[in-house]
């Protein structure tokens, strides 16, 4: 599961340090040429098409979790020429050699502690036994001489393919030049693959700092396993089957619990963790929305105290992303605004008419959706669940329902204290008899009792698909719940 792997990339680039003047971000494609090959003979198709399959695929998986796309996407095989000229250049600079067997190597003890400024590891420390026609243990291929069935290019040094590192080291140069300013990838790249890029680039460029910033994320893993969750472990979710159970915002806010150096643990019930975060962000921003509109009636607010949280949060969030992208202290400092905001969001039966203080919950709103849209996340009004090309039509139906539902509760619950001050002010014009007056209104809330039993009985049968309705003192207003309800999920679960 390589879902974890860009989310340092991600999160740079939404936050405005992606494309920009000068600027953008590559993202190589290695085609997985070589590994295709026994599959492609198998489906009698050439491992250049069936790569291409495999790309497509991933495009889709990472439109789907709505990852922005690069700004060029670069492939190995029609990169082939200029990775083949960078490394002539790296032999001529005197860091790199070829051997008769047609292989070409890096000289890391000629580069001295030029190497290893990444990892401190360092060209001097005792070589591993070499078995290869290599010079030093730690020497690195830059070309490979070809293999049998393998596939391969013509070179100077005769038929073969690129090694693994040369491969991201000529493209990034071909696009970027002698610098490149931030560098993501998972942990386990720092070395030798990171390393080994930088000596490559240092050495073609002759530059002093070829990379200014390695962002490394975490490894993935599965609860209660130590190991990371990969392909080759056979212990991955592919991100299709992911998303047939969880939302690609649901595994947003799970990343962003966490810093995106740091190890994490996959479960049912972390991802439910996420999930509860979003559905009350998005039951805060409906009832703050409310509040604003007149719906629900609080008690006055002490807006001193949100204006100065609210500051507060800005702070603390700038801060929290100044220091190496902390997006799980950023969201703390949301969910704390969220809650001071919910303690003054209390109902109140009763109007007392003191005017509502409508700017800083607008102000509240329009921060916490500006924050989450910044990270590729929405909380826009009645965005949730609601999918296909019906669903403004659906949120309008429901919205019917809704204000129907509404006038039938009213009616049931208002006739009685009508009768009430009706026959109270007959009495005391009549002098009727207060038993017989019980009697009426009683008799009058029994008739009406069915009818507030539809208006709960449909409210739960709703809540079922995950559709919430939220009875107000005025009116009635509803949310979709984030993923659905019990009855979609176990529909989806049969199908």
């Not at 029609?78 to 070829?98: D, K, L, M, R």
């Not at 806010?253 to 975060?277: G, H, P, Q, T, W």
């Not at 009350?280 to 409906?286: E, H, N, V």
């Not at 001193?304 to 992303?321: G, P, Q, Y």
Request: hydrophobic share 40%; with cysteine; glycine share 8%.
């Amino acid at each position: 599961m390589t879902m974890l792997r860009g989310a340092a990339a991600a999160v740079a680039v939404r936050c405005g340090l992606g494309p920009g003047p000068g600027g953008g971000e590559v993202q190589l494609r290695a085609d997985r040429v070589r590994p295709c090959a026994p599959r492609a003979r198998v489906m009698n198709m050439s491992p250049v098409a069936l790569a291409r399959i495999y790309e497509e695929d991933f495009k889709q998986d990472m439109a789907a979790l709505k990852v922005l796309p690069p700004t060029v996407y670069m492939r190995v095989t029609e990169n082939i020429p200029q990775i083949i000229s960078f490394i002539e250049t790296v032999i001529a600079n005197g860091q790199a050699y070829a051997t008769s067997q047609g292989n070409v190597y890096f000289d890391v003890k000629s580069w001295g502690k030029r190497y290893g400024v990444l990892t401190t590891i360092s060209a001097d420390a005792q070589d591993e036994a070499v078995n290869t026609d290599k010079r030093h243990g730690k020497d690195f291929a830059l070309w490979k001489a070809a293999k049998p069935q393998e596939l391969s290019w013509t070179s100077p040094w005769g038929k073969g393919r690129p090694g693994w590192h040369i491969e991201c080291s000529t493209i990034s140069s071909a696009v970027f030049g002698k610098q490149l300013d931030i560098h993501t990838g998972g942990i386990d790249l720092a070395f030798p693959h990171h390393e080994n890029e930088i000596a490559q680039c240092e050495v073609y460029h002759q530059c002093e700092q070829w990379g200014n910033y390695f962002l490394h994320s975490g490894h993935l893993h599965v609860k209660g396993s130590q190991e990371k969750m990969s392909k080759s472990l056979k212990n991955y979710i592919t991100v299709k089957d992911f998303l047939k159970k969880f939302s690609s915002d649901q595994f947003r806010m799970y990343c962003l619990r966490s810093r995106y150096s740091s190890a994490v643990e996959f479960s049912d019930e972390s991802m439910d963790d996420a999930k509860n975060l979003l559905q009350a962000i998005s039951s805060f921003i409906k009832d703050a929305n409310a509040y604003i509109k007149g719906q629900l009636i609080c008690d006055p607010v002490r807006e001193d105290i949100l204006w100065e949280r609210l500051a507060s949060t800005k702070v603390t969030v700038k801060a929290s992303f100044a220091d190496d992208f902390d997006t799980s202290r950023a969201v703390a400092a949301i969910m704390d605004l969220i809650h001071h905001g919910n303690r003054q969001l209390k109902a109140v039966t009763k109007d007392a008419g003191s005017p509502r203080s409508s700017v800083v919950y607008g102000s509240i709103i329009s921060y916490i959706e500006g924050f989450f849209n910044a990270l590729g996340m929405s909380f826009e009004e009645r965005q949730v669940a609601l999918r296909g090309d019906n669903s403004a039509v659906l949120s309008n139906v429901i919205d019917e329902l809704v204000q129907f539902r509404t006038k039938v509760r009213h009616y049931a619950l208002a006739l009685p204290e009508a009768a009430e001050t009706a026959l109270v002010e007959g009495d005391a014009g009549a002098k009727g008899s207060k038993q017989e007056e019980k009697e009426k209104r009683q008799q009058l809330m029994r008739e009406r009792r069915p009818l507030l039993e539809a208006c709960d009985s449909l409210r739960e049968n709703l809540a079922a698909f995950g559709i919430h309705i939220k009875d107000r003192a005025a009116v009635s207003t509803w949310e979709m719940a984030e993923g659905g309800g019990q009855a979609e999920q176990q529909a989806q679960e049969k199908s």
